[in-house]
C-alpha cells in the first residue's frame, strides 16, 4: 500500500483529470430548490462541501447527511435533490441510503461513484437516475485523498468556479501558512476555526485527525467559539492548539478573533485566497496536507494507521430501517 505522501503526489494529476473531465455536470449546477448531500468519513467531507457551495451559490437551502440520516428520514418536499457520494460504492450504509432515496417520489437523485463496477453504480444505471463516474487512481488508503478531491473540483466546476488551472496554483498560495504551523502538531487537541468557505475542510479535518488517530478536533466557526467555546481555550489551553481556516471575506473577523486569544496558546492561520468554491476547494487540499505535516511529527502514516480487530465488525453492520 502507498504511503501518505504518496498518496499527496497523485492530486497533481487527479487534480487535471478532473477538472477536464468530460461529464454531464448539468445535474449539479445550482438550481433554488432544496437540496440533500449524503456520505460517510472523506466522502462526508465531500457531501458537506457541495451542500456548502450550493447554499453559498443559489441561497437554496441545503444539508449535509449521513447515511443513517437519510435512512431515519421521512421523504423530503418534491424538487428536493439528493447527492449520494461514495468512492467505492460497496459499503452498507451507502447502499442502504440509496435503497432509502430510491422509495422517495418526486425527488432527483445524482451519485457520484468512483466504481464503475459496483454494486451501488449498477443499482443506479438500473433506476435510470444520474450517475457520475470519478477517477479514483487505484486503491487509496485509509484516509482518502483524491476521492475528496476529485468530486469536489467536479462540484466546484459545475457550479461555474473559475478555478485555477493546476493543482499547485490551488496550493501553492497557502503551503507557506502550511509549513508555519508545526508548532501545533505537538498539542492533543486542535481547534478549528473557519467561516462559510471553510466548513467542510474544518469537518474533514476532523475527520481525518480521527480516523488516522492523530489527535482531537474540535471545529467551530468564528463566531461560534464566543458561544462558550472559548472556555476550553481558557482551561485547557496547555494541551490545545489553534488554527483558523479563513477566506478573504473572514479576514477581518479573523485578526479581532485571534487577537483576543491569549498569547500562550499556539495558533496557525491558513489564509485562503478569494471566497467562495474556490476557497473551499483550496481549504479542502491544505487539510490534506495538514493531516500528512501531523502524521510525520507523530509517527504515524495515515495511509496505514492499524486496524483494531473490531473496525471491521463495525463497518459491515446494517442500517436499521425507517
Known sequence: MRSYRDELATLSEAYAVALAADVDDRVLRPAPWPLLAVGSGGSGTVARYIADIHRLASGAVTAPLSPLGVVRSPPPPRGTRVVLVSAAGSNTDILAAWERVATWVGTEVVVLCGEPDSELAHAVRSAGESLILLDRYGEESFVACASQLVPSVITAKAVGADLPRRYEDLIGPVRGDIASLGELWGREVLVALHGAEGSAAASGLESNFTEAALGTVSRCDFRDLAHGRYLWLERQGARTG?????????????????????????????????????????????????????????????????????????????????
Request: proline fraction near 10%.
Open 242 to 322: 489553534m488554527v483558523t481556516l479563513e477566506s478573504e471575506i473572514d479576514r477581518s473577523l479573523a485578526d479581532r478573533t485571534v487577537d483576543l486569544v491569549p498569547d500562550r496558546i499556539p495558533r496557525g492561520r491558513v489564509r485562503l485566497t478569494g471566497q467562495g468554491p474556490v476557497a473551499g476547494l483550496q481549504a479542502l487540499a491544505a487539510v490534506l496536507e495538514m493531516t500528512a505535516d501531523a502524521g510525520e511529527e507523530r509517527g504515524i502514516d495515515p495511509a496505514q494507521p492499524g486496524k483494531d480487530l473490531f473496525g471491521p465488525a463495525l463497518y459491515d453492520l446494517e442500517l436499521p430501517g425507517p
